[in-house]
T-cell receptor
Framework: GAVVSQHPSRVICKSGTSVKIECRSL??????MFWYRQFPKQSLMLMAT?????????EQGVEKDKFLINHASLTLSTLTVTSAHPEDSSFYIC???????????FGPGTRLTVL | AQSVTQLGSHVSVSEGALVLLRCNYS??????LFWYVQYPNQGLQLLLK??????LVKGINGFEAEFKKSETSFHLTKPSAHMSDAAEYFC????????????FGKGITLSVRP
């Protein structure tokens, strides 16, 4: 149980294009999902907290207009990187909170490369 | 505010040897503590968690951790390392609750020598 998927697992795009990443909780409903960014050899940095049916809460320094988050259902949150640039290249990981367990379960991650 | 300190970036052990990965935390409220493992190019897998119940927590793959409030520590151990344990290990802290953010340590790379 508590499986979280992400799609795509890897994406390469040209500078200036937008990329959408999906995060799904496969066997449970998640009112709260989180989006993280991880640079090579570094820890995870929280970008935003996504609550179903409401606006995401962004961490300080994260551009809301650049990283659009939508949590339209209890099993799906999406992260759209708008007008991507090479510095946005990174490993993006989502997690979903399993209700009543105080525990986040993580997706497998999405490797974004912006050329 | 909460924080996690994982001293050192790399630990190397021989196969069959004891694994000890250190984690110290800082929290103004009773913490919830987690250890996650990450294999290359993958997401994080939960190893074990402490959520104010038993202080000695057993997890998957033979790992366990002990919550010591007096030392503000939550060190991860495994009696006998296996080659498949080679990975990145992250300690994390939260205040609990579904909306609670995780604060991660910088991670430790575990290498296992044959």
């Amino acid at each position: 149980g508590a499986v979280v998927s992400q799609h795509p697992s890897r994406v390469i795009c040209k500078s200036g294009t937008s990329v959408k990443i999906e995060c799904r909780s496969l066997d449970f409903q998640a009112t709260t999902m989180f989006w993280y960014r991880q640079f090579p050899k570094q820890s995870l940095m929280l970008m935003a907290t996504s609550n179903e049916g409401s606006k995401a809460t962004y961490e300080q320094g994260v551009e809301k207009d650049k990283f659009l988050i939508n949590h339209a259902s209890l099993t799906l949150s999406t992260l759209t990187v708008t007008s991507a640039h090479p510095e946005d290249s990174s490993f993006y990981i989502c997690s979903a909170s399993l209700p009543f367990t105080d525990t986040q379960y993580f997706g497998p991650g999405t490797r974004l490369t912006v050329l | 505010a909460q924080s996690v300190t994982q001293l050192g970036s790399h630990v190397s052990v021989s196969e069959g040897a004891l694994v000890l990965l250190r984690c110290n935390y800082s929290s103004s409220v009773p913490p919830y503590l987690f250890w996650y493992v990450q294999y290359p190019n993958q997401g994080l897998q939960l190893l074990l968690k402490y959520t104010s119940a038993a202080t000695l927590v057993k997890g998957i793959n033979g790992f366990e951790a002990e919550f010591k409030k007096s030392e503000t520590s939550f060190h991860l151990t495994k009696p006998s390392a296996h080659m498949s344990d080679a990975a990145e290990y992250f300690c994390a802290v939260s205040v609990g609750g579904a909306n609670s953010k995780l604060t991660f340590g910088k991670g430790i790379t575990l290498s296992v020598r044959p």
